[in-house]
């Protein structure tokens, strides 16, 4: 049977650590999704996260996780006859190009190793061709703790292809790392609330930009839950097109109000200094997967040079201190572990959690 008295404290790279005020917000009396009172809450709730994401364009919520939006984004911006360069460079980025040919839509690869980043060079060089309309990016690849470097990729876009949208999954990196939805010159972007919004799995969060809206317009077959038309519909009336996962909208109230009142500049810098930690710790110990300019500020994927028994230190120290890290993702099961270090984590709860690995390894 499951002991839903004492989960475990997580520190996986999502779902992480809720705070009990936060899971407070979940058992709220529901409200009406066509009420005042609702509307009210969804249009606060937009408006921060305006403010968050330094957006005057689209914000939408969808009672989804952010794989909805992976759809979305291609279903309603992406032509059965035009082409969509997708980098890959892990497993979720990976998973976006089969996520385009599953809609139908012809998708071409721009692949790096597992663990290596995708360069706006390298992007340059594909997009020459001119045989693109869109471009899907992962920003922070939670399979291999790697942040793309998005700024250099969309000056570069911006400045010579204007004409490509440009997707962006922002699932592990939004709130924990800088993001400027309108000076970056971003399409769609999303994320779902589990990562560093640190709020339990079942909703997603997403920008549009204007052009895509309009872009959508001309799209045949954008399909019924996701499209983007409906959602701005609905957001006139601070409403959602369907029935939306009201708890968790309350949540992420409650979260915004917190990160605007922190600021996002110290929410940034919060989660580089326990990057910074972690990071230092792996190198010590071990060694960083990603190369180091690139190594995440939301989660390390540390390299096992050591050769240890990655399950059984996690069923350890989950035996001994009732507490779960991540192992390496699909490939990389064995090669690397993965410590989460975005939301409600605080550097202490880390300096925790790695001296008992530390206990566990020597
Ligand atoms: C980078 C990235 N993209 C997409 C997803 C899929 O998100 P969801 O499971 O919320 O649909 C994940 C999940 O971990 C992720 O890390």
Request: with cysteine; charged share 25%.
């Amino acid at each position: 049977m499951v002991d839903w008295k004492d989960p475990p404290t997580l520190f996986i790279p999502g779902p992480v650590k809720v705070l009990p005020e936060v899971l407070e917000q979940l058992s709220r009396p529901t409200l009406g999704h066509r009420g005042k009172e609702y509307s009210q809450l969804h249009g606060e709730t937009v408006s921060m996260l305006k403010k968050i994401l330094s957006t005057e364009q689209s914000v939408f919520l969808s009672t989804s996780s952010a794989s909805g939006v992976w759809e979305g984004s291609i279903r309603n911006c992406v032509k059965m006859d035009e082409t969509v360069l997708c980098t890959m460079c892990g497993a979720f980025s990976d998973k976006f190009a089969s996520v385009a040919r599953a809609c139908g839509r012809t998708a071409e690869e721009l692949k790096v190793e597992w663990g290596q980043a995708i360069t706006a060079d390298m992007i340059d060089k594909k997009l020459a061709s001119g045989n693109y309309a869109a471009l899907t990016i992962v920003y922070n690849e939670t399979s291999t703790g790697l942040t793309n470097p998005v700024y250099e990729i969309s000056e570069m876009v911006k400045a010579k292809y204007p004409d490509v949208l440009v997707f962006v999954d922002a699932v592990s990196g939004m709130v924990g790392l800088p993001l400027h939805f309108d000076e970056l010159g971003w399409d769609v972007v999303f994320a779902s609330v589990q990562k560093a919004f640190a709020i339990p799995p079942g909703l997603a969060v997403f920008a549009v930009s204007d052009r895509a809206m309009e872009k959508s317009k001309t799209v045949p077959d954008r399909g019924y839950y996701f499209d983007f038309q409906q959602f701005a519909k609905s957001a006139e009336k601070n409403q959602t097109p369907t029935t939306p996962v009201i708890p968790h909208i309350m949540a992420l109230h409650y979260q915004c109000t917190r990160l605007l009142e922190e600021g996002m500049e110290n929410v940034w810098a919060r989660h580089k200094k326990m990057a910074e930690y972690v990071k230092t710790w792996a190198k010590e110990n071990f060694a960083l997967f990603a190369p180091e300019e690139y190594a995440s500020n939301t989660l390390t994927a540390v390299k096992n040079t050591r050769g240890i028994n990655v399950g059984k230190v996690i069923s350890a120290i989950q035996e001994k201190h009732n507490t779960v890290f991540g192992n390496g993702y699909g490939k990389l099961k064995e090669e690397t572990f993965r410590i989460a270090h975005m939301g409600d984590i605080s550097l202490d709860d880390l300096k925790e959690l790695l001296g008992w690995i530390d206990d566990e390894i020597k």
